[in-house]
Each structure stands twice: as structure tokens, then as C-alpha cells.
């Protein structure tokens, strides 16, 4: 048997507006840019994409089934900008066959500086879903899938029944991303992994007239879900949602891809869909997987590089969090919430130096002229909160 495990990551920063040395206006944000790139999101991908995902829904009668990590800043600004993306997710999860995941509030580094302030997020996210979706997650990612096995000890404590990782090959070795694990150490808590080769070849690969496998269609993809019979149990296709209709345009034929992938895939007696909370009841693991060091889902290298890789970014994740006591003693929550949306991990990003084989990514996602004015951007509206402190 081979199950589909769709996971889609959705998430929206809060830009910085140009913030100069000089500035004193306590706003950070800028809010025309941010409403301009949510509504515009929103009608190449989210719309349109959950239309999609809400036809195959009934059109298979409920056998295409999917998850959604959905970040609580992404939320905040669909009811701000774009309510009908809201309600269009209200109308997936309305069919029980949609779940979303918990995650940080903020998509934030927290778990690698401060786990209290992890906790509040990961707390207060799930009570967001609870509010907006009725849908209490019990499946945990962590921002962009960053784990190790100390994490599934702090996630399996919370509650939680499952959680994802990357399914790096310097960590699985000679075994297979299409099993269910258990992580080292703990008693309940089940480990679902990235498959990325199968994720890429949508995510990254699908418009690249390059590839030698060019054009990707739903028929020779679902000969590949079919290959994992009697090699394995799951297909885990983890991507952003951003895919649909943003990274992939529509004209690439990326969303009639998805319209036809199900059926193909569920023309295979043995193959289904599932949620990864519905995988995480039916698969047992089939043994222990040691992750001692810190991976994710992003670059080659599959570490944290992307957002620790230099001087900058270290600086930069340092001295916000320095500030974590201070403002919490201050009991300001106007202040609270600038300060977390300032760790959202997209800020630390836009300052990575990175320029080797994944450099067009981190410069095309760039809104900076360069890393270096990223930083110095961040770092006047840090000293901005600082004063703010001080008053």
C-alpha cells in the first residue's frame, strides 16, 4: 500500500518597512507592501488552490485527503487583507477531510533560544486554529521543518502524537522516508518524514524545462507513488502551498497537474490518501531514527545555515532575544507583539550570504538590495525597541 500525505506550508511575514538610523515612529511594518503581496498571493495560489483541493474533495468523495500548516501571522493577515482566504479554508475543513498542524505562532527560531517563548507560540498557535477553524492539531512541525531528537522529547510531552522532519539522507542512511518512525528515546510519538526527491520534483522541478524528466505528468508521477508498493508504506509530499500558482505559475499547467494527480494515484487498488494525524494511527514505526544535530528542509545542506550561516544572522537572533526578559517584564503588548513578529525566521534569511547552488533562491525571495542592508534594516528597528524599553 502506498499512502499520499499532502502537507502544505502556508505562511506570510510581516515585512519591515525601510527603517533608517535616524527613524523614531514605533511602526515597523509595512503595511501596503504586506497587504499588496497577501491579496496577490492570495488570487494566483491560495483561492484558486483551495478550489482545487475542494473539488477533488468531492469529486473522489472524500478519498483525497490533506494537511495544512497554516502560521498565525499568516492568519492575522488573511483577516486583515483577504478574509475569503479564511473562509475559503473554513469551507476545506468543514469536509473532515482537511486537518492543520501546529506549529509556532510567529515561525519563529524559538525552540533553538528560548523555550518558553517556543512554548507560548506553539500554545498559542494551537488555541488560533481552535478559534478560527475549530480544529485541534495534534500533529506538530516545527518552522521549516527543524528537528532533532530533542525536540520530539519536548513536542511528545506536549501532547502531540506526530511529528515531521526532513527526510535528510546524511540522517536515514541505507533506510527510506516512505516509513514511519519512532524518535530515539521516546515512548509514544511518531516521527513522518519529508520525501523530498517526490516533493521536488512538484515543488522545484515541475516548470524546469531542463529536467530530463520534463514535462511531469499526473500519470508519470503516479507510476512513482506506485513503485513505493512493497518498498514501503507512505509518500510523504511535503511543500509550500506557494507552489500552486506562485512558484509554479498557473500557466505551467500546475494546477490541472493536481486536478488529475488523485485519480491516477487512486486507480492503484492498494493506494489512498491520508491526513498525517489518519498515517500516524494506521502505521506502526519500523524502528528508531537518531537525529543528534539539527536539520531542516532548506538548501543542500539540509542544516540551519540558511538562517545562522553568518555573522550577521547570529548577531541579529542574539540580540532579539537578549530582549525576551526585559520585554516580558514590561507587560506591554503592543511591544510583545512587535518584538515576536520580529522572530519571524524570514528576517534572518534575507540575511543569508549564501551564493553557491541555492543562492537564486535566497536572492529571489530577497525584498533587500542585498544581505548586508537586511541586517542593518533590522538592527535600527532593534534599537528602536530598545528605547521603547527604556521609557
Not at 520534483?201 to 506506485?226: C, H, M, Y
Not at 543528534?292 to 538548501?299: E, L, Q
Request: glycine share 4%.
Amino acid at each position: 500500500m502506498a499512502s499520499v500525505c499532502f502537507y502544505f506550508q502556508v505562511h506570510q511575514p510581516y515585512r519591515l518597512r525601510r527603517y533608517s538610523v535616524f527613524d523614531t515612529d514605533p511602526y515597523y511594518f509595512d503595511d501596503y507592501k504586506n497587504a499588496e503581496i497577501c491579496r496577490k498571493v492570495a488570487t494566483k495560489c491560495y483561492l484558486p488552490a483551495n478550489q482545487v483541493m475542494l473539488d477533488l474533495i468531492r469529486r473522489n468523495q472524500g478519498r483525497f485527503r490533506c494537511s495544512y500548516s497554516i502560521t498565525g501571522i499568516a492568519v492575522d493577515q488573511f483577516l486583515a487583507y483577504c478574509p475569503e482566504v479564511i473562509e475559503s479554508f473554513k469551507q476545506l475543513a468543514a469536509t473532515g477531510c482537511v486537518e492543520f498542524l501546529n506549529e509556532t505562532y510567529y515561525h519563529s527560531l524559538a525552540f533553538l533560544y528560548s523555550r518558553e517563548e517556543f512554548r507560548q507560540q506553539v500554545v498559542s498557535h494551537a488555541a488560533k486554529m481552535q478559534e478560527v477553524f475549530g480544529y485541534k492539531p495534534q500533529v506538530f512541525r516545527n518552522t521549516e521543518l527543524i528537528y532533532n531528537n530533542d525536540l520530539a522529547h519536548y513536542i511528545e510531552e506536549m501532547g502531540f502524537k506526530g511529528i515531521l522532519a526532513e527526510g535528510a539522507d546524511h540522517i536515514l542512511g541505507y533506510r527510506s522516508p516512505t516509513f514511519m518512525y519512532r524518535p530515539l528515546g521516546t515512548r509514544n510519538i511518531k516521527l513522518l518524514l519529508k520525501n523530498y526527491r517526490l516533493s521536488d520534483d512538484i515543488a522545484f522541478r515541475f516548470s524546469n524545462r531542463q529536467w530530463n524528466e520534463w514535462p511531469l505528468t499526473a500519470e508519470k508521477f503516479g507510476q512513482w507513488v506506485n513503485q513505493v508498493n512493497g518498498n514501503g508504506y507512505m509518500v510523504n509530499l511535503f511543500m509550500d502551498y506557494e507552489t500552486f500558482g506562485e512558484h509554479q505559475w498557473e500557466d505551467t499547467g500546475i494546477f490541472q497537474f493536481m486536478q488529475k494527480l488523485p485519480e491516477i494515484v487512486l486507480q492503484h487498488p492498494d493506494n489512498n490518501f491520508l491526513t498525517l494525524s489518519e498515517a500516524t494511527d494506521r502505521y506502526e514505526p519500523e524502528g528508531t531514527l537518531d537525529v543528534p544535530h539539527m536539520i531542516s528542509w532548506a538548501d543542500i545542506e539540509r542544516d540551519l545555515s540558511a538562517w545562522l550561516g553568518n555573522a550577521m544572522q547570529s548577531n541579529a537572533l542574539h540580540e532579539v532575544y537578549r530582549l525576551e526578559k526585559q520585554i516580558k517584564d514590561k507587560a506591554d503588548p503592543n511591544l510583545l507583539h512587535d518584538w515576536r513578529r520580529l522572530l519571524t525566521s524570514d528576517h534572518f534569511y534575507y540575511m543569508c550570504t549564501k551564493w553557491f547552488a541555492d543562492g537564486d533562491v535566497h536572492k529571489y525571495f530577497n525584498p533587500y538590495d542585498s544581505p548586508y542592508d537586511s541586517y542593518i534594516n533590522y538592527m535600527n528597528v532593534l534599537d528602536n525597541i530598545r528605547q521603547r524599553l527604556k521609557r
